[in-house]
């Protein structure tokens, strides 16, 4: 990741308890923008397990598989995902229909956003993982015309209740301060 640029907007969903047929978490933001692109980074955290990983998870632009490496914005690493120990990586059963031209990418992923163009994420969490927390993290560096939202989706990729987060219910993901207890009380006079 290019640390010389930094995010302007962090943003969460906050932890969310998968519900139990949720199969596949997808993420998808809009450039609304008519010239300008967009460099966006996604996370989706695994936030059951200490320590917390990413899913597995693949990127579409308009439907077609893309590979961040490939545009310079991502730098792969590769020496622990399950697509390099084992040569391929295992769909869930219900989304063997799609084909995927890479592996999945295990780690935070970095992506520039055409002008009119629509990021798909789709992310697997473990089968074996109920109940599962997670959270999804959007790192924004130019939030203008930008629109986003995240749900998780059956086997049957219908969009599962209680799983569904829209642009406005996504919250500024930052540090707080510190502060003193006469920030919260006011002292009164006597």
């Not at 996370?43 to 899913?55: A, M, R, S």
């Not at 992506?111 to 473990?126: C, E, Y």
């Not at 993901?173 to 510190?178: N, T």
């Amino acid at each position: 990741m290019d640390i010389s640029q930094k995010p302007i907007v962090i943003l969460s969903s906050g932890p969310i308890t998968l519900n139990p047929k949720t199969k596949a978490i997808s993420v998808e933001i809009l450039n609304i923008s008519l010239n300008d692109m967009r460099k966006v980074i996604i996370e989706i955290k695994n936030w059951t397990n200490n320590p917390h990983q990413e899913f597995a998870k693949f990127g579409f632009l308009f439907g077609e598989q893309i590979n961040p490496a490939e545009s310079g914005d991502a730098v792969r690493n590769e020496k622990d995902t399950e697509a390099n120990k084992t040569g391929s990586y295992q769909l869930p059963i219900q989304f063997n229909d799609l084909t995927m031209t890479f592996p999945p990418i295990m780690e935070p992923f970095i992506f520039t956003i055409p002008a009119q163009n629509r990021l798909s994420i789709l992310a697997f969490p473990p089968s074996q993982m109920n109940p599962c927390v997670y959270e999804v993290r959007l790192y924004l560096f130019n939030p203008v015309n930008l629109i986003y939202s995240s749900f998780g989706l059956s086997a049957d990729g219908v969009p599962q209740e209680g799983n569904t987060i829209l642009s406005k219910q996504f919250f500024p993901h930052h540090p707080i301060p510190p502060f003193s207890m006469n920030q919260i009380i006011p002292q009164r006079p006597f």
